[in-house]
């Protein structure tokens, strides 16, 4: 019980860091856990208490990527979230780098789960949580599957058919076509 509860405590005393989001200043805030805010209600009234922004899942073949949706002078922009945090807690990112998830989860922003890395390294991450996924059963597709629907490429079926075939989304279907993805599987 007291472990609990000093844990508890222990949690409530690491406060949440807020900051706001370069080119949405005074409009928006990230925190060093991932979080969005809202800071005004409407173009022209500030907002006594900030709105959390409730984050969904992207599209494509970002599906697993949480983002938000950003308005300022009436436009509306989609971002990454985990982008977003790197950006107001490490700054922009530097040409052939790339956000990392150290722990392979596109859904926890947290900053300490974050760091830029080169896109070689980040491909080679990549490549080697795949490899972790396929054999703990959570991989959407094995290495089978990839040799087929490289086979099904050169029949001249559409990508659309594969994806259905296999379950997974046109885009991934298209990456492989590419070379984007899987790109150890012959």
């Known amino acids: ?20 989001i370069p080119g949405y200043e005074g409009l928006y805030e990230v925190s060093d856990r991932g979080r969005v ?11 006594k208490n900030p709105r959390l922004l409730i984050p969904r899942n992207g599209g494509g ?13 009436g436009m509306n922009k989609h ?42 390294d980040h491909a080679h991450h990549s490549i080697s949580n795949y490899k972790r996924r396929a054999e703990h059963g ?13 086979e099904l490429l050169a029949q001249g079926i559409r990508q659309t058919v594969i994806a259905k075939r296999f379950g997974v989304d046109q885009t991934t279907v298209s990456a492989i076509k590419y070379g984007k993805t899987w790109t150890a599987i012959g």
């Open 138 to 150: 959570r991989a959407r597709l094995t290495e089978d599957n990839v040799v087929q629907i490289r």
């Open 61 to 73: 073949h970002r599906h697993d990527y949480k983002i938000v949706k950003l308005s300022k002078n």
């Open 79 to 120: 971002k990454l979230v985990h982008r977003l945090v790197m950006l107001a807690f490490a700054g922009p990112c530097l040409n052939g780098k790339q956000v990392h998830h150290k722990d392979f989860n596109p859904g926890n922003n947290h900053l300490e789960n974050l760091e830029y890395c080169a896109s070689d």
């Open 1 to 20: 019980m007291a472990t609990e509860q000093l844990t508890l405590n222990l949690d409530q005393a690491q406060e949440e860091i807020w900051k706001p």
């Open 37 to 47: 805010r809202g800071l005004i209600s409407r173009p022209g009234f500030s907002r």
